[in-house]
């Protein structure tokens, strides 16, 4: 495995959605990553409402921190709702922060 995903995972970590208390890696919002021949970072991920009012702050966030990764030279975020969030995507950490264990 491309050791820039681990780096573009850990840097999700630091993303968060404003209105959750958890990264949106561990909420299971992030569906997919890989790296291209070209270094470009494809990002396929969910949001946990489809109008959720921060989906711009977090696509934005999500390619700022992927750019960050070395050897990224540049991030497409894709949203998708196939399928659609919900609280069983969220990793055991997740669940244990929020109280839903």
Not at 83 to 90: E, F, L, R, T
Request: net charge negative; proline share 6%; glycine share 2%.
């Amino acid at each position: 495995m491309d050791e820039r995903i681990d780096k573009i995972i850990a840097s999700l970590k630091e993303v968060y959605d404003p209105e959750i208390p958890v990264n949106v890696y561990d909420l299971g919002m992030v569906y997919s990553v890989d790296v291209d021949e070209n270094d470009t970072a494809n990002v396929l991920m969910t949001l946990t409402a489809p109008n959720c009012p921060a989906a711009d702050m977090i696509v934005s966030d999500v390619e700022f921190m992927t750019k960050k990764v070395d050897g990224v030279e540049d991030c497409k975020v894709e949203i998708t709702f196939d399928p659609p969030w919900d609280k069983s995507m969220m990793s055991e950490e997740a669940r244990l922060e929020l109280g839903f264990m």
